[in-house]
């Protein structure tokens, strides 16, 4: 049985879908690891064996962070270990307009609201209430800036105060009007809670977007119906749900799978160097060295 095949079986995917479309969204900010060539193998083997479509997307807006060497050993790990996708590959930079247009027709909808906080204010606020719920970007956000009148909102934004702006998520599940959920094929139907969502940024201060805007853009811009990623971003799926609600996009099914944790414990993130493919494959292993690796740490 082969190391996709291996991966699927225990996952029991399914989707009535007439032709599967998943993708591996890796972002160039550092080299892949054992955990990514999971990820990457996962989302190939959940399309190929049902004859459908594998993509690969490259989440590059964090522009401080992502790096062209990196782009170039993604493609060049993922051609090591054998995978196949269609091209041309989709850049999530050269597509803010798409992010642009999705932000307008939610702002369009009153749904949006500058958040003038900055990093140190989120902190203190955290550390004051220790105990406070989590979102998927850390603690829940108080509300500071929801509540802000017309008149200081505009102006502090006529001044240049630099800004962030964040989905109102209250109104938002009142503008959708029902109960949400999705579909998780290892974990079955569940319940989308909105107070456990928070108040998320879709547009950054330093670029008119953010990832929870992106992926669910891009997604249903590229017509993928199955999600497989980590299960450390199922949290994240109720944020999605929403959004994919309010800006008409079709649901898609999802798979979060278990993520691979090293001989300590951890789970691999790119700071572990030696895991990473390159310092593998230059201490002679194998495409099949590696899909082993992933079977017994699996």
């Given at each position: 049985?082969?190391t996709?095949?291996?991966?699927?079986?225990?996952?029991?995917?399914s989707?009535?879908?007439?032709?599967?479309v998943?993708r591996?969204?890796?972002?160039?900010t550092?080299l892949?690891?054992?955990?990514?060539?999971y990820s990457?193998?996962?989302a190939?083997?959940?399309a190929?064996d049902k004859?459908?479509r594998f993509?690969?997307?490259?989440e590059?807006?964090d522009v401080g962070r992502?790096?062209p060497?990196?782009?170039?050993?993604i493609f060049e790990?993922?051609?090591?270990l054998?995978l196949?996708w269609?091209?041309?590959v989709?850049?999530?930079?050269?597509?803010?307009?798409?992010?642009?247009?999705?932000?307008?027709h939610?702002?369009?909808?009153g749904?949006?609201?500058?958040?003038?906080c900055?990093?140190?204010?989120?902190?203190?606020e955290a550390a004051?209430?220790?105990?406070?719920?989590?979102?998927?970007?850390g603690?829940?956000?108080?509300?500071?800036?929801r509540n802000?009148?017309k008149t200081?909102?505009?102006e502090?934004?006529?001044?240049g105060?630099?800004?962030a702006?964040?989905l109102?998520t209250?109104?938002?599940?009142r503008?959708?009007?029902?109960?949400l959920?999705f579909?998780d094929?290892?974990?079955?139907?569940?319940?989308?809670?909105?107070?456990?969502c928070?108040d998320?940024?879709?547009?950054r201060?330093d670029?008119?977007?953010?990832y929870?805007?992106?992926?669910?853009?891009?997604?249903?811009?590229?017509?993928?119906?199955?999600?497989?990623?980590?299960?450390?971003?199922l949290h994240?799926?109720?944020?999605?749900?929403?959004?994919?609600?309010?800006?008409?996009?079709s649901?898609?099914?999802y798979?979060?799978?278990a993520?691979?944790?090293?001989?300590?414990?951890?789970?691999?993130a790119?700071?572990d160097?030696a895991?990473t493919?390159a310092?593998?494959?230059?201490?002679?292993?194998?495409p099949?060295?590696?899909r082993?690796m992933?079977?017994?740490h699996?």
């Amino acid at each position: 049985m082969t190391t996709e095949n291996t991966l699927l079986s225990h996952s029991a995917l399914s989707t009535t879908a007439p032709l599967t479309v998943t993708r591996f969204a890796p972002s160039p900010t550092g080299l892949l690891h054992l955990g990514h060539a999971y990820s990457a193998l996962f989302a190939e083997a959940a399309a190929t064996d049902k004859g459908g479509r594998f993509l690969l997307r490259l989440e590059d807006i964090d522009v401080g962070r992502c790096r062209p060497e990196f782009e170039a050993a993604i493609f060049e790990d993922l051609q090591w270990l054998g995978l196949h996708w269609e091209t041309p590959v989709r850049r999530q930079s050269d597509h803010l307009d798409d992010h642009a247009a999705a932000l307008a027709h939610l702002d369009d909808a009153g749904l949006l609201y500058p958040c003038f906080c900055t990093r140190k204010d989120l902190a203190r606020e955290a550390a004051m209430s220790l105990s406070a719920p989590h979102s998927p970007d850390g603690p829940i956000y108080p509300g500071t800036c929801r509540n802000l009148d017309k008149t200081t909102r505009e102006e502090r934004i006529t001044s240049g105060a630099p800004h962030a702006l964040r989905l109102d998520t209250a109104k938002a599940m009142r503008t959708i009007g029902r109960p949400l959920t999705f579909t998780d094929s290892a974990r079955g139907r569940i319940d989308v809670q909105p107070e456990d969502c928070g108040d998320v940024v879709l547009a950054r201060k330093d670029i008119a977007t953010s990832y929870h805007l992106a992926v669910v853009v891009d997604d249903a811009r590229q017509g993928v119906t199955l999600i497989t990623r980590g299960e450390d971003l199922l949290h994240a799926t109720p944020v999605h749900r929403i959004l994919q609600t309010l800006l008409g996009y079709s649901e898609p099914l999802y798979h979060h799978h278990a993520l691979l944790h090293g001989p300590d414990g951890a789970r691999y993130a790119k700071r572990d160097g030696a895991v990473t493919l390159a310092a593998l494959r230059d201490k002679g292993a194998t495409p099949e060295d590696i899909r082993q690796m992933i079977q017994d740490h699996a």
